[in-house]
């Protein structure tokens, strides 16, 4: 039986740079923080008046969502190492 991770596409890589050696938990937490960094630019753009409050108030919507979704898959990436190292041999 094959089990494969759900993965909102926000946690995809992205670009020519993507070359697929990257995945998993790392490659969440990296989409996270590029989420993240988009998220920034388009709160500065707005600053600025270069950017639009929609365009801004979305990116940090996507940015929220990847964090919300990365922070999950520690937590449960610690409680299964957690319930591991519980078990008795």
């Known amino acids: 039986m ?4 759900i993965v909102p596409d926000v946690a995809q890589p992205r670009g020519p740079a993507s070359s697929g050696s990257s995945n998993g938990f790392a490659a969440l ?22 950017g639009g409050l929609q365009e801004m108030v979305l990116e940090r919507a996507r940015a929220d969502i990847a964090l ?20 008795q041999v």
Do not use: I, K, P
């Not at 094959?2 to 991770?5: A, G, K, P, W």
């Not at 923080?33 to 600053?47: I, K, M, T």
């Open 68 to 87: 919300q979704v990365a922070a999950t898959g520690a937590q449960r990436a610690a409680q299964a190492l957690n319930t591991v190292l519980g078990m």
């Open 29 to 50: 937490v990296d989409a996270a923080g590029n989420q993240l960094d988009r998220a920034d630019v388009a709160e500065s753009a707005y600053a600025q008046g270069r």
């Open 2 to 5: 094959r089990v494969d991770s």
